[in-house]
């Protein structure tokens, strides 16, 4: 990767700021920008429809591009406003009836632990965490014991918590769904764009994603993978509009066939161009080098803060490039001070927000620094440093 050239291309970056605020709204390439300007500029000047019209073609590459990212086929990808509305839509495509389960995790994202909730207090849908092993790592025999048990309807797990740098097994989870013919949802809010996600290699059957993390887009999009045989079984949202059916009778509708059912027909198409663009970038930069390049980054910097005396929560084998601490006697307010002061973007998480996680570690909150590819090791080397001084 030209390091030096992918800075060049983000004018958020003129101001000598650094940014390590990834896992929360990345800084968007040029391209992003002047594009989604250039399209609403058109739209000004021609109106909406005439300007959709124009570049069907090239709105229509924000499949193919999305497609590519995560080894799926262009009819698997929808389009959504957030992650959060692709993952309520894939779950209202499941027809949820009392008794019913879903098994989740201890680490999901706190909106759809909310959304389970939420099912079992309207539909007496029952909720069940799989355990952790000692190493927090998930428990796949204990998984295995409650599919035996409960027969789920469905099994959902985040891939990365917003609140740790853990990585969850998402692809032996998919293995154990498959064997067990269960649906199977995966959060991939944060790990689209930082990680090289492979939907085949996850066995999954719908994967919900974000623009605004390290992917790189606008706020407001994101994307829903549906699988080949949740499409051919006829799966759709629960409240559907043109976009996704053809009205045929005056009493019914046919289904269309590609995932684009899980879309509503009113959206904001520079808002979906850009995130083409964004989507495109990631690509040609490669996940496989921002995977790597990012490991490196956030190895360092979690080496640098637990050598300086800080508390480092991220519990795990495999970690991310999200890295969460405190202060050695668990303070928040010096670290978010003095990172304020050195004009480094950072974001904070409480235990509001990660329950059952926080719980276990008897924290209240974390500070949470989330490089990417666009950062280099001297950013990270000088925010070690700051935060070192700190303790002095």
Known sequence: MDINKIRQDIRGLADGKIFLNNAGSSLMPNVVTDVMTDYLKQEELSGGYH??????????????????????????????????????????????????????????????????????????????????????????????????????????????????????NVEAVGKICRKHDILYLVDACQSVGQLAVDVEKINCDFLTATGRKFLRGP??????????????????????????????????????????????????????????????YANSVGMERVEQYNKGLSDRLRENLKSSGFSVWDWGNRLSSIVTFSGPDGD????????????????????????????TKNIHGIVRLSPHYFNTMEEIETVSEILKNSLK
Do not use: C
């Open 219 to 280: 706020r407001g999009t994101g994307f829903l993978y549906v699988s080949d045989r949740v499409l051919e079984q006829e799966y759709a949202p629960l409240l559907l509009d043109m976009r996704g059916a053809d009205w045929t009778a005056y009493d019914d509708y046919e289904l269309f066939k590609t995932a684009k059912r899980f879309e509503h027909w009113e959206i904001s198409y520079a808002s979906l161009y850009g995130l083409k663009h964004a989507v495109q």
């Open 51 to 168: 300007v959709a019209n124009v570049n069907a073609n090239a709105l229509e590459g924000f499949y193919d591009e999305t497609a590519k990212l995560i080894n799926a086929q262009s009819r698997n990808i929808a389009f959504a406003t957030s992650a959060t509305e692709a993952y309520t839509k894939a779950l209202s495509s499941i027809i949820f009836k009392e008794g019913d389960v879903i098994i989740t995790t201890a680490d999901d994202y706190i909106s759809n632990q909310i959304t389970f909730i939420s099912l079992h207090k309207k539909l007496g849908v029952k909720v069940i965490r799989m355990k952790n092993l000692p190493d927090h790592e998930l428990d796949l025999e204990d998984l295995e014991k409650l599919i035996r048990e409960h027969h789920p309807k469905l099994i959902a797990v985040t891939h990365i918590p917003t609140n740790s740098g853990l990585i969850q």
């Open 332 to 359: 928040l307010e010096k670290i978010q001070q003095v990172l304020k002061e050195n004009n480094v973007y950072f974001s904070v998480t409480y235990k509001n927000s990660a329950l059952i996680d926080f719980s």
